[in-house]
Nanobody
Framework: VQLQASGGGLVQPGGSLRLSCVASGDIFSVSFMGWYRQAPGKQRELVAIVRGGDDTDIADSVKGRFTISSDNAQKTVYLQMNSLKPEDTAVYYC???????????????WGQGTLVTVSS
């Protein structure tokens, strides 16, 4: 199983970016999909997570600005980031709970990380 994240880049404060993460490989289903971020010198933190396609949690620091969505059939999770601030600068990692067979338990897989830089 591999997760491929994309969509990061340099954006000015107030701008928008959309991150995508697609899972590939031997996958029966996906239990949860989420995004984490890690800024320089800080611990990795949860940004947003979606379970079962419609049960979502969003970090307070990005609530009202970021939206998580998913396409379970395509095994893809998105993070729409609006009104970006310099403090949103970080490496963003996608995380998916992959079930490899019927009746199996989800195993956590991580993408390679995509850098988001918010700067003028």
């Amino acid at each position: 199983v591999q997760l491929q994240a994309s969509g990061g880049g340099l954006v000015q404060p107030g701008g928008s970016l959309r991150l995508s993460c697609v899972a590939s490989g031997d996958i029966f289903s996906v239990s949860f999909m989420g995004w984490y971020r890690q800024a320089p010198g800080k611990q990795r933190e949860l940004v947003a997570i979606v379970r079962g396609g419609d049960d979502t949690d969003i970090a307070d620091s990005v609530k009202g600005r970021f939206t998580i969505s998913s396409d379970n059939a395509q095994k893809t999770v998105y993070l729409q980031m609006n009104s970006l601030k310099p403090e949103d600068t970080a490496v963003y990692y996608c995380n998916q709970g992959i079930i490899r067979r019927y009746g199996g338990y989800p195993v956590s897989y991580w993408g390679q990380g995509t850098l988001v830089t918010v700067s003028s």
